[in-house]
């Protein structure tokens, strides 16, 4: 169900999302997941119909969605295939903030492309070291130095980049000058076509199987008319115009594993079996299934009313998007394990997907602003530090 009243666009972009799911998603899903191999079929089965551009404005040739319908799209999409969904919300998380304040020059050069869908971009972001690209805590990223042509990347090595060596575009987060503070990041719009890159071992994930989140090691110049925005200034950005679509759409990708499992299993559970009983028969499934359903909505509830204020402008600070975020990935925990007991050994031989979508579920608690991390700045939010 979408409790939270639709507009007539917003119901049209979630309809054709649907379609698109079905149609282009489904049929792949299980391939996808079985053989770990990147979903580029059904991303380009989204092109035609402009979801490449689905935030890009209007006016850029792009779909111009709202936050609200940008959930409604991932949603739609993750509960077919949550490896193409995920894929699909690094690139619409990639293209946020230079479709928002683009210059001209990257007006021309790359958000009409991305609305015409002719980039597909991710986010390069997050980097650990160590042999087992260990936890660093308080990490701070890798510094470029300034050159006569532009940033000189020198082997610089981003992890778990969604999309990787597959992507034309990537949006990278790093210092400019190595004595630069970690605070003062600069944001690089980078071109696969001319810089040298290497992505690093095989991705063979629990969950999100055909993402291909290997790190990646870029080697080359970036041309100073590809950063976004001012230098030094990238977190300024990323709170204030990246953070309601990196928030949003993680929530919207998790809820759509959690009502994709969800609706799967409503149609298996009525299913009567050759004895003439059905599991929902069950007291204990009857009862499940209602609990399920009230958590799905609640998850869901939060995430478009966040969506929809973020979209009235009355969001000041990411605290809704965070507790969307983590409602919503933990639903996806939640609804999936649960599925796992209640469709028994066939779950867990895999003769149903529920064990796909409970894989997948998994990285929700771990990716983006992992959960312990997002509930950390939660905390932050609620309980702020009274400066001395
Ligand atoms: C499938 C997948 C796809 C991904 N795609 C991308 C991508 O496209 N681009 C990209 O940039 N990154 C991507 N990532 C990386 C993702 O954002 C990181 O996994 C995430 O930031 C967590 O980092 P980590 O895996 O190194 O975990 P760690 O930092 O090792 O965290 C593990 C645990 O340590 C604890 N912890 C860590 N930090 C804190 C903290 N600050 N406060 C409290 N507890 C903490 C938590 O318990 C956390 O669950 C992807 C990851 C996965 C799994």
Redesign the pocket.
């Known amino acids: 169900m979408t409790y939270y009243p639709l507009t007539k666009e917003q119901r049209s972009l979630k309809d054709l999302a649907a379609q698109l799911a079905m149609a282009e998603l489904a049929p792949r899903a299980a391939e996808t997941d079985k053989s770990g191999v990147f979903p580029r079929a059904s991303l380009n089965g989204l092109k035609e119909s402009g979801l490449w551009g689905l935030r890009v404005s209007k006016e850029h040739g792009g779909l111009g969605a709202d936050l609200l319908s940008t959930c409604l799209v991932v949603e739609e999409l993750a509960k077919k295939c949550a490896s193409t969904a ?1 894929c699909y919300k ?1 690139h619409v998380e990639a293209a946020e903030l230079i479709s928002r304040m683009p210059s001209d020059y990257q007006v021309e050069k790359f958000v009409k492309k991305i609305a015409a869908g002719e980039i597909l971009c ?5 980097e ?1 070291s160590g042999k087992g ?1 260990n ?1 660093v ?1 308080g990490m701070v990223l890798s510094s470029v130095e300034k050159g006569e042509e532009g940033y000189i990347l020198d082997h610089l090595r ?1 992890s ?3 999309s990787a060596g597959q992507a034309s575009h990537y949006f990278m987060l790093c210092r400019v000058g190595a004595e630069t503070k970690g605070h003062k990041l600069s944001a690089l719009f980078i071109e696969a076509d001319n810089i040298e890159w290497e992505t690093l071992g095989d991705w063979n ?1 629990l969950g ?1 199987r055909g ?1 291909n ?1 290997v790190p990646i090691r870029f080697n080359g110049v970036v041309p100073e008319k590809n950063r976004i925005g001012d230098e030094g200034e990238a977190l300024k950005y990323l709170g204030a115009v990246m953070m309601p679509v990196v928030a949003l759409t993680y929530g919207a990708a998790y809820l759509g594993v959690a009502s994709g499992a969800y609706e799967l299993a409503m149609e298996e559970a009525s299913k009567v079996y050759p004895s003439g009983a059905k599991r929902l028969d069950n007291p204990i499934n009857q009862r499940r299934m209602a609990e399920l359903s009230a958590k799905i909505e609640a998850a869901r509830a939060l995430l478009h009313v966040a969506a929809a204020a973020g979209d009235a402008g009355q969001v000041t600070a990411p605290l809704p998007y965070l507790q969307a975020k983590v409602s919503c990935s933990e639903v996806a925990v939640l609804v999936t394990q649960e599925l796992m007991t209640m469709f028994g050994g066939t779950a867990f031989a895999g003769r149903l997907p529920f064990e796909r979508y409970f894989r997948d579920a998994r ?1 929700g ?4 602003l ?1 959960n ?2 997002a509930y ?1 700045t939660i905390y932050g939010m609620l309980f702020p530090e009274k400066k001395k």
Do not use: L, R
């Open positions: 995920m690094m991710t986010v390069a972001g997050g650990t690209d936890w805590p981003k778990y980049v969604t994930g999100m993402n989140s990285a608690m771990i990716m983006g992992a312990d991390d950390q």
